[in-house]
């Protein structure tokens, strides 16, 4: 039976517990045979420390871990070097002392093994003498990985005095990168983000950036063509599970899982975690993002004003991409780094980028995950209050979900008065994107007014929202822009629903029903 290394991150436990592997070294083996100094991001789970794990197998020449790999057949020199390998992934960062007390033990224990000085006072300076040391002491460069170099950055986003504290750490810790490069091999730091600028980046100007490389991309995230050429059974077995035809799996994975394109005009990637997953157990489910989504990227987006409808849709230069300094100013480069976006197209003229979802799970998910964040609902609650809303929906009982509706709006805070037209698209536009998961739905926003058009098997609802203008008006205007004509030959029942919003009262104040 196939084993799918669900989980795991260690090559060598991969390898020798006989685990799937799909052969990503012959990208690697270019990796280090063309230069030396390197920063990489992918989103969380999407095989980053099983690529450190790999460098590091490679680099203490574990050979009999690459049998079988393109690796093995065009490296004749299996040497070892001395590795510092940093994992700053499994902590806990809330407070300056936190981040200094992880690296003061990181660096203990090398120092044990390679010595230290008295003079080495500072954690950059006690880094910077163990580098030096090791090579001197084992007569080889020294090769530096770096597991999830931004996680204490991540963790403080919010609060800018830990921010800074943890930049100024880090940014001397990293530049013994740069100070001691005759002692050094090889470097690889990989993370989620890209703090860039006046951040850590700043004086790390030796590092290459290969996240936006096109001869990169596909160094983690797996390819359609490699799901055919290494789980090719996988998919028959999965499509006689599910009781599915093969071309069905075969799209659904698609729709659910591929997507991801980190440069323009790559191939598109699948999420290695939930697709490993599903073929683990054998059935569709949400997997990476039940895995968990920081709070801090819906705050983001409030803090910010956001519109919500841009998400999928949203225009960005290559520079708003590469660096996240600028969330005081947009949300839009964590959400992409992290990802919840993704290029969707690339306008060479102009040399921007249109973003979007990359799929149906980070979609779905990532919507659902909003609600509590913009509607007066409880996360408990959620699931139940979506269900609740598409069935009424879906059963005609209208004066039902506008009442839901208005519980969504209930308790909007005063101070929001002045972002309300912005506060109602928002809410809006997750509730009814979330219907349409499940129902086909148009959704349009102009200024003043808010226009939708929502088709179920049974129903079709045309609703015109006004911002403080009334209900009879909203129904006036489907009837003046006949937007009944092309569905009078439609056998489901037409309703047409003139809704109008109160900044008084915060909420939908009125709505007219009329039955065509």
């Known amino acids: 039976m196939r084993k799918y290394p669900v ?38 789970r999407f095989g980053k420390s099983l690529l450190i794990s790999t460098l590091e197998a490679y680099y203490s020449g574990r050979k009999e871990l690459f049998q079988g790999l393109f690796i093995n057949e065009v490296e004749n020199d299996w040497n070892s070097y001395p590795i510092l390998h940093f994992d700053l992934n499994a902590q806990k960062y809330d407070s300056p002392e936190s981040l200094n ?15 230290t000085e008295p003079s080495e006072v500072s954690l950059s300076l006690r880094f910077q003498g163990i580098i030096q040391r090791a090579a001197e002491k084992t007569g080889k460069s020294v090769v ?15 609060n800018d005095k830990l921010q800074d504290a943890y930049r100024d750490t880090l940014k001397a810790f990293y530049g013994a990168l740069k100070s001691k490069d005759q002692y050094i091999q090889f470097a ?22 290969i996240s936006f490389d096109k001869r990169y991309a596909e160094l ?55 697709l490993l997953n599903t073929f683990a157990r054998m059935k569709f489910g949400n997997y990476w993002f039940e895995t968990g989504t920081p709070s801090y990227l819906a705050q983001l987006l409030k803090q910010n004003k956001y519109n919500l409808t841009r998400l999928s849709n949203e225009v960005v230069t290559s520079d708003l991409l590469n660096g996240v300094d600028t969330l005081i100013n947009s949300p839009i480069p964590v959400l992409y780094q992290s990802g919840y976006l993704t290029i969707k197209s690339y306008n060479s003229r102009f040399n921007v980028y249109t973003l979007g979802f990359p799929n149906k799970e980070v979609e779905e998910g990532f919507i659902s995950y909003l609600l ?50 912005l506060h109602y698209q928002n809410v809006l536009f997750i509730l009814f994107k979330l219907l349409g998961f499940y129902t086909e739905v148009e959704y349009h926003t102009s200024e003043g007014r808010i226009d939708l058009l929502i088709k179920t098997n049974r129903f079709i609802y045309l609703m015109e929202f006004k911002l403080e203008g009334t209900a009879e008006e909203a129904l006036a205007q489907i009837n003046e822009k ?7 030959v439609d056998r489901r029942k037409v309703f047409k629903i003139g809704v109008n919003f109160s900044n008084k009262t915060r909420n939908i104040q009125k709505w007219i029903v009329e039955e065509v």
Request: with cysteine; aromatic share 16%; charged share 25%.
């Open 482 to 488: 006949h937007y009944v004509t092309p569905f009078q």
């Open 372 to 421: 509590p964040y913009y509607a007066h609902v409880q996360p408990a609650e959620s699931a139940f209050q979506i269900m609740s809303f598409i069935e009424e929906v879906e059963k005609g009982e209208i004066d039902a979900f506008f009442l839901r509706l208005q519980g969504f709006f209930a308790d909007t805070p005063y101070e929001m008065i002045r972002d309300l037209e």
């Open 101 to 115: 007390d992880i690296l003061n033990d990181i660096l203990v224990k090398w120092e044990k093994l390679y010595g």
């Open 220 to 274: 983690c995230g797996i390819t359609e063509s490699e799901i055919h050429t290494w789980l090719e059974e996988d998919l028959h077995e999965l499509s006689a599970n599910m009781n599915m035809s093969y071309e069905q799996v075969c799209k659904s994975l698609k729709e659910r899982y591929d997507g991801y394109h980190f440069t323009e005009d790559s191939n598109g990637l699948y999420n290695p975690f939930s």
């Open 144 to 158: 530096i990985l770096v597991d999830e170099y931004d996680k204490p950055m991540l963790q403080a986003i919010g």
């Open 7 to 44: 989980g795991i991150q260690s090559f060598e436990s991969l390898r020798k517990g006989g685990y799937l592997y799909i052969d990503k070294t012959e990208l690697i083996y270019r990796l280090i045979s063309t230069g030396k100094y390197y920063f990489f991001s992918r989103p969380r």
């Open 188 to 209: 690889l730091l990989t993370g989620v983000t890209k703090f860039s600028k006046v951040s850590i980046f700043s004086d790390l100007n030796n590092l290459m950036d």
